[in-house]
C-alpha cells in the first residue's frame, strides 16, 4: 500500500492540485492521510474542501479548520489569522462545515497515529522540539505518528532505550522505519515555513517501509493574486513567496 502524506493546505488550491498532481506522476496512491488545516490563511476554503472530499482519504482536525466553524476562538490567533479566519467562515457552504465539524482529532491507522498538532494536544501543540517530543512518544500506542501544524518537514526518533533525536526532514533522506518509533512531520503543502517556497508532502510505502518527501513547484503569484482580490492581510500574501 502506498499512502501519500499531507498536511497543512490552508486553502491554497493551486499548492493542492500541484500536490495531487505530483503524486500521480509519483505512481499514484491507495489513499491519502490529511493532518489537518485544511482551511485559513489561503483564498479557496470550499474549493479545497471539495477536492479533498472527493478523494480516497482520512482527514484530523486542525486549528484552522475548527476556528472556521467556531469550536475554537480566534483569540489566541495573531491580527492576520484571526481576520482570514473570519473571512474564511463566510465561505464555507453549509456541507463544508458539517464535513469540517466531523473530522476526529486522532485517528489510527496501520501502525500510525494521525494528529494535527501532537498527539499529547491534536489541535493547538507545535512539535518543533526533541524535548517536546520526548514527552509525545508516551502519548501515542502506536509505532509510528504523523503530525503538521509547524508547516516545517521534520523527523523525531526515540530508540529503544528512549532517547530522543531531531532533524530536519529533506527530499534527499530515504526515511527506513525500522526499530526506532518516529514522528514525522511532511510540512506544509499550502504555507511552508522551512525557508523554501515549494509544497511539500511525503508518500509512505508499506512494501519498502520508506517515506520520502517531495517538494513541488506551483503558480505562487497566481495564488497571491487571488489573496490579494480577496482582501486577505498582505503579509500572508507576501510570506509565500518566502517560504516563512
Not at 509547524?150 to 530515504?174: A, K, T, W, Y
Not at 527506513?176 to 511525503?202: C, E, F, M
Amino acid at each position: 500500500m502506498r499512502y501519500a502524506i499531507i498536511a497543512d493546505i490552508h486553502a491554497n488550491l493551486m499548492a493542492f492540485m500541484a500536490v495531487l498532481e505530483d503524486i500521480e506522476r509519483q505512481g499514484e496512491v491507495d489513499k491519502i492521510w490529511c493532518l489537518g488545516d485544511i482551511v485559513g490563511y489561503g483564498p479557496d476554503p470550499h474549493q479545497c474542501i471539495k477536492l479533498l472530499y472527493h478523494t480516497n482519504h482520512v482527514c484530523v482536525a486542525g486549528n484552522h479548520d475548527w476556528a472556521a466553524i467556531g469550536k475554537i476562538n480566534t483569540a489566541e490567533f495573531n491580527p492576520d489569522a484571526a481576520a482570514a479566519c473570519h473571512w474564511t467562515a463566510q465561505q464555507l457552504s453549509p456541507e463544508d462545515i458539517e464535513y469540517l465539524a466531523s473530522l476526529p482529532t486522532v485517528i489510527e491507522e496501520d501502525d500510525f497515529t494521525l494528529a494535527h498538532g501532537s498527539p499529547r494536544e491534536p489541535i493547538w501543540e507545535y512539535l518543533v522540539s526533541t524535548s517536546l517530543a520526548s514527552v509525545n512518544f508516551a502519548c501515542f500506542k502506536t509505532k509510528f505518528c504523523l503530525v503538521g501544524h509547524s508547516h516545517v518537514p521534520m523527523v523525531f526518533s526515540q530508540d529503544e532505550s528512549g532517547n530522543c533525536l531531531g532533524s530536519q526532514f529533506s527530499e534527499n533522506i530515504r526515511l527506513v522505519l525500522g526499530k526506532n518509533r518516529l514522528i514525522i512531520n511532511p510540512g506544509g503543502v499550502g504555507q511552508p515555513r522551512d525557508g523554501d517556497p515549494r509544497a511539500s508532502y511525503a508518500i509512505y510505502d508499506s512494501e519498502t517501509s520508506l517515506v520520502r518527501l517531495y517538494r513541488v513547484t506551483y503558480d505562487i503569484r497566481a495564488t497571491q493574486d487571488k489573496m490579494a482580490k480577496c482582501g486577505l492581510p498582505m503579509s500572508l500574501v507576501a510570506r509565500l513567496s518566502y517560504g516563512m
